[in-house]
């Protein structure tokens, strides 16, 4: 198997050894960095379903958002 070398910012790269962390644990196994991209590459946004609780007042925000958004977009 070839490896490639790639630049990321550190944030990114703390994001992808926590990411790491948390899927170790799920699995019970060791994850890599590479293992933990993967993961995030097989994601879909379905998977996200549910999985954000939002307020009233967040709810309200998102609306007020979309249409805000959705205006602009009729009229351009």
Avoid: C, F
């Amino acid at each position: 198997m070839s490896t490639k070398s790639i630049k990321l910012s550190e944030e990114t790269y703390r994001r992808l050894v926590e990411l790491a962390g948390k899927l170790q644990i799920e699995y019970k196994k060791p994850v890599s960095i590479d293992d933990a991209i993967k993961y995030l590459l097989k994601r879909r946004i379905s998977h996200l379903a549910g999985s954000w609780e939002v307020n009233e007042d967040e709810l309200r925000e998102i609306k007020e958002s979309l249409r805000k958004g959705w205006e602009t977009w009729k009229s351009a």
